[in-house]
T-cell receptor, first 111, second 113 residues
C-alpha cells in the first residue's frame, strides 16, 4: 500500500502557482519523497525528490515540513500543459527500486 | 541523451496467446523495472532487473516473466493472456539499484481480446 495521502483532485488557474499537498506521516528517516506526474496515457515523468531540505529545479519546488510528515509540490506558474495526475511517493528503500504509487492528485489547470 | 524506449507502442492480442515487450534503458543505466497500469488497480510494480538478475518481484502470477540482457535491455513476457492483462505496461530505468531516480518510458498499450 502507498504510504502517502493526496487529495483526489485540484484546480488551478493558468499562470498561478499550483500547490499540491501530500501527507506521509509514517515516513522513515532514510526515506525520500519523490514526485512524478503522468499526462494522459503517457509514462510518468519525474519531477523532483527530497529528503529533508527544500528542493528546487527547473520544473518545481518541493517543500518538506520539519517533521517530514508532509510535503508540498509547487508549480510556480502553472500552464495548461501541467494538467496531469501528480503522484507523491515515499521511497521504500528496503525493497530496492520499487516505487509504490497511490491514486495521486488530478490537477486541472484552467484558463 | 535518449530516453527510455519501449516497443511496440501498441499491441492487440487474443486470449491464450503470449506477448513479449521490449525496453531499452537510458544509456548507462543498468537497472530496469516494469510496471503495469490499469484503471482498476493503478500503477503496480511487476519486477526489477539489475545486472541480468531479477532483484525484486511484485505480486503477479508466474505468467509474467522477464529478463535482462548484458547491454541492460530488458524484455517482459506474458504467457496465456487473459482479458485482465489489458493494460499499459511501463518500463523505467535507473543507474543502479537503490534510491536512484527512475525514468519511465512511454509504455506499451496491450489490448487482449
Amino acid at each position: 500500500d502507498a504510504k502517502t495521502t493526496q487529495p483526489p483532485s485540484m484546480d488551478c488557474a493558468e499562470g498561478r502557482a499550483a500547490n499540491l499537498p501530500c501527507n506521509h506521516s509514517t515516513i522513515s528517516g532514510n526515506e525520500y519523497v519523490y514526485w512524478y506526474r503522468q499526462i494522459h496515457s503517457q509514462g510518468p515523468q519525474y519531477i523532483i525528490h527530497g529528503l529533508k531540505n527544500n528542493e528546487t529545479n527547473e520544473m518545481a519546488s518541493l517543500i518538506i515540513t520539519e517533521d517530514r510528515k508532509s510535503s508540498t509540490l509547487i508549480l510556480p506558474h502553472a500552464t495548461l500543459r501541467d494538467t496531469a495526475v501528480y503522484y507523491c511517493i515515499v521511497r521504500v528503500r528496503e525493497y530496492g527500486n520499487k516505487l509504490v504509487f497511490g491514486a495521486g492528485t488530478i490537477l486541472r489547470v484552467k484558463s | 541523451k535518449a530516453g527510455v524506449t519501449q516497443t511496440p507502442r501498441y499491441l492487440i492480442k487474443t486470449r491464450g496467446q503470449q506477448v513479449t515487450l521490449s525496453c531499452s534503458p537510458i544509456s548507462g543505466h543498468r537497472s530496469v523495472s516494469w510496471y503495469q497500469q490499469t484503471p482498476g488497480q493503478g500503477l503496480q510494480f511487476l519486477f526489477e532487473y539489475f545486472s541480468e538478475t531479477q532483484r525484486n518481484k511484485g505480486n503477479f502470477p508466474g505468467r509474467f516473466s522477464g529478463r535482462q540482457f548484458s547491454n541492460s535491455r530488458s524484455e517482459m513476457n506474458v504467457s496465456t493472456l487473459e482479458l485482465g492483462d489489458s493494460a499499459l505496461y511501463l518500463c523505467a530505468s535507473s543507474l543502479y539499484q537503490g534510491t536512484d531516480t527512475q525514468y519511465f518510458g512511454p509504455g506499451t498499450r496491450l489490448t487482449v481480446l
